[in-house]
């Protein structure tokens, strides 16, 4: 009985064997090969194609912005940004249509499943909530101008330069070097240094005993010989005189208001003479 359950078993897998030997063998190999050869060589020309679709376009952007600053009434920042923002507005716009080349090259139905994605639709737009945050906060980051490429500013706990606005994230280089990606729906609250004048604070250690008339009198000095060599100084030197600082040390202060992004060239050179001329003059400070 049980050899006649085997000897059944090992006929179908014998049948079963030989039919799938057969299909392979009926398959026409080379003109199957032939088109896969043909779908291949479509897809690196879709390629090619479109990577000089890309280089051209830009080539072309960066060199009509390149001459529309020598005549644009708008600030270089503002002008970076809106340049930074149609590359990458090229750059997605293109990516899709590769993608959909390429998708259509391989024989998927994507209108088909456009029309009819369903629940995948529901799952998809679920999930791009976030990128449509970004989006919608990019524009209206644009639109107000909070900011614009290479302002100094702080985001939340990063304060660097502005490198890169996109539709999605925004590019913050910090002091270090360090390249921050922030997505655009967790810019909140943002400290822009970039937009007005900046106050300088020069506070110089002093004792009770310090002659303040001679101090004083050097101080004048040195910004009546500096004053002139910088065209960012808003206004002269606010001598405030003695006073307190925020650890209650006794300080003499100096004031000075600068055009933003020169507040520290401005406070080194200042600072260094105002040392000078207090020790050639004999006076002692607190080290």
């Not at 065209?231 to 208001?257: A, F, K």
């Amino acid at each position: 009985m049980n050899q006649i359950i085997l000897a059944g078993l090992n006929s179908k897998l014998t049948q079963q064997a030989q039919n799938f030997t057969g299909y392979f063998t009926k398959l026409d190999w080379e003109t199957i090969g032939k088109h896969i050869a043909s779908r291949f060589l479509l897809l690196i020309t879709v390629t090619i194609v479109f990577g000089l679709v890309i280089w051209i376009g830009k080539v072309v952007i960066n060199h009509t912005f390149k001459r529309y600053k020598l005549h644009s009434m708008l600030t270089t920042n503002r002008t970076n940004t809106i340049h930074a923002l149609t590359l990458n507005i090229f750059r997605y716009t293109c990516f899709f249509f590769y993608l959909y080349a390429i998708l259509s090259l391989i024989g998927v139905p994507v209108g088909t499943l456009i029309a009819g994605a369903g629940i995948f639709s529901i799952a998809l737009g679920l999930g791009a909530q976030g990128f449509v945050n970004d989006v919608v906060t990019g524009f209206f980051i644009l639109l107000e101008q909070q900011l614009d490429v290479g302002d100094i500013v702080e985001i939340g706990t990063i304060k660097g330069t502005v490198t890169t606005l996109g539709i999605r994230t925004t590019q913050v280089t910090s002091p270090d070097g360090t390249l921050n990606f922030i997505p655009n729906r967790n810019i909140t609250i943002v400290s822009n240094f970039s937009r007005n004048n900046m106050r300088v604070l020069i506070d110089i250690k002093i004792s009770t005993a310090t002659p303040l008339d001679q101090l004083k009198k050097q101080i004048e000095q040195v910004n009546d010989d500096l004053v002139p060599q910088f065209s960012e100084l808003q206004t002269r030197p606010d001598i405030i005189g003695p006073t307190l600082n925020q650890d209650n040390l006794l300080v003499y202060r100096i004031i000075l208001m600068t055009a933003n992004g020169t507040q520290e060239k401005i406070r080194s050179s200042f600072l260094a003479a105002y040392l000078s001329a207090i020790r050639q003059a004999g006076i002692e400070l607190i080290p």
